[in-house]
């Protein structure tokens, strides 16, 4: 599945001391929703995910590296997955897509509550197979509130990181992006003193972006006073990498004997001896007969 795609600025400020990806994800976002027919929240959940997967997925040092990010909290929401790739591709999930906790107060959905407490959880694919793992406690089920505290505890990278994804009456996403800054080693006070003087006018970026911002825009709020570079403009997509052989082996891999047993109970109800496998990050189906499993 290949959809309309969205956009990552990257750069670097000119002294060396941080570098700077911003994302507007609204298609993306918006292919996701489709794919997954979520509630508000729940688009607002899976979206900010997403919307920080693809960046941290540019970030990656080799193409073919992966990097998996799940959220396992007790909410409603479920386990929430987001899986992105060298280029920024991205593709998620959520266990529950119809996740609706009442709003906070303020009237703005409750992300948090959707997620619960649990644990967040980072998997990078790196070099030809070999895996990174790391995890944290969810702080707030806010999503990038946890990323940025999962940076700086499991791998000391002090991050600022905002996501934003702002749902229309009709439920379709209209508007959503996201910033992310990471300090470099031995990086200038001074540049870090104004980083962080500028976090504060990120706190709502969803809005930036429905106000019409670029993400240009937004890197030079964000870098206020800071001399900086951009280095490149990605197109990114909500992308899913099934097929129908991947799916296939994953069947196979229940082995002859668990197969048999499912065809049999196909057919006590009634059913064509076949077996379908549904792909939890589009919805896709593939349909396979017995011959094509068993030979």
Known sequence: MKVQGSTILRGMTRDGSARFLVINSRDMINAMREAHATSPTATAALGRTITAASMIGTMLPEEGDTVTITFAGDGE??????????????KG???????SP???PNGKLNVGAAVGAGTLSFVKCVGGGDLQTGMTEIVSGEIAEDIATYFALSEQI???LSLGVRVDKDYTCLAAGGILIQLLP??????????????????NISQLFELGMSNEDIAELALKDIPYDIFDTLEVEYRCDCSADRMRKKILSLGRKEIENMLDEQEREGKDRS?????????????????????
Not at 186 to 203: C, G, H, K, M, Y
Not at 276 to 286: I, L, Q
């Open 93 to 99: 999930y959520i266990q529950n897509p119809l996740a």
């Open 275 to 295: 077996l379908t496998a549904v792909c939890r990050f589009c919805g896709s189906e593939y349909t396979y007969s017995e011959a094509e499993l068993l030979g």
């Open 102 to 104: 009442p709003k906070k």
């Open 77 to 90: 929401a479920g386990k929430i997955i987001a899986v992105a790739d060298y280029f920024g591709n991205v």
């Open 186 to 203: 031995f990086p200038e006070e001074a540049t870090v003193d104004l980083i962080e003087r500028n976090a504060a006018a990120l706190s």
């Open 158 to 160: 002090p991050t600022v």
